[in-house]
C-alpha cells in the first residue's frame, strides 16, 4: 500500500482567566505515517497526528508549576 503522512500543527495557550496572562504559550508540530491506501491511510495518518499533539501538550501542561 501508499505510505501516507500527517503534519500536524497545534497552538497551546493557556492564560489565568483573572487577569489575561499568558502562562504557557506554545506551538507543537507531530508526524504520524500510516501505511494503508487511499481514504483508511489519511485518516490514520492524521489520527495520528491529532493523538500525538494532544499527549504532547497535556504532557507539557501537566509540567507547569501552577498557582492553586
Do not use: C, P
Amino acid at each position: 500500500g501508499l505510505q501516507m503522512k500527517s503534519t500536524l500543527v497545534t497552538a497551546w495557550k493557556l492564560t489565568h482567566t483573572s487577569d489575561g496572562k499568558v502562562v504557557s504559550d506554545e506551538l507543537i508540530e507531530k508526524t504520524h505515517e500510516a501505511s494503508r491506501g487511499s481514504f483508511v491511510g489519511i485518516r490514520t495518518a492524521v489520527e495520528g497526528a491529532v493523538r500525538k499533539s494532544i499527549e504532547e501538550g497535556i504532557q507539557k501542561l501537566s509540567r507547569l508549576k501552577l498557582l492553586k
